[in-house]
């Protein structure tokens, strides 16, 4: 399974993105997703997921309300939309794919991993 995260750029604060993750390979549409994040210095961290079906999500406390991840699995790709983004949201983002149905929060439960796209938040 190969995951292709996108969508990352420059932004001022309060502004929006959406991240988007595209599977291929031999994809699972039973797969959960997550999304996680590395600030520079810091360790990777949770941020949100999806299950399989779309219709269970968590988040992390430092995003809710403001991140929503979804996903499309017809087109085998999950989204990250971000909006009322904050400094401390900049970060290298990660998708992630686990072999489950179920999203988990930690990182260490996810097979497969992108190459993380770039989030930039200016003052």
């Known amino acids: 399974v190969q995951l292709q995260a996108s969508g990352g750029g420059l932004v001022q604060a309060g502004g929006s993105l959406r991240l988007s993750c595209a599977a291929s390979g031999r994809t699972s549409s039973d797969s959960a997703m997550g999304w996680f994040r590395q600030a520079p210095g810091k360790e990777r961290d949770f941020v949100a997921g999806?299950?399989?079906?779309?219709?269970?999500?968590g988040s992390a406390d430092s995003v809710k309300g403001r991140f929503t991840v979804s996903r499309d699995n017809a087109k085998n790709t999950i989204y990250l939309i971000m909006n009322n983004l904050k400094v401390e949201d900049t970060a290298v983002y990660y998708c992630?794919?686990?072999?489950?149905?179920?999203?988990?929060?930690?990182?260490?439960?996810?097979?497969?991993w992108g190459q993380g796209t770039q989030v930039t938040v200016s003052s």
């Open positions: 992630a794919a686990r072999s489950r149905s179920n999203w988990s929060r930690y990182e260490y439960q996810y097979d497969y």
């Open positions: 999806i299950d399989w079906s779309g219709y269970s999500t």
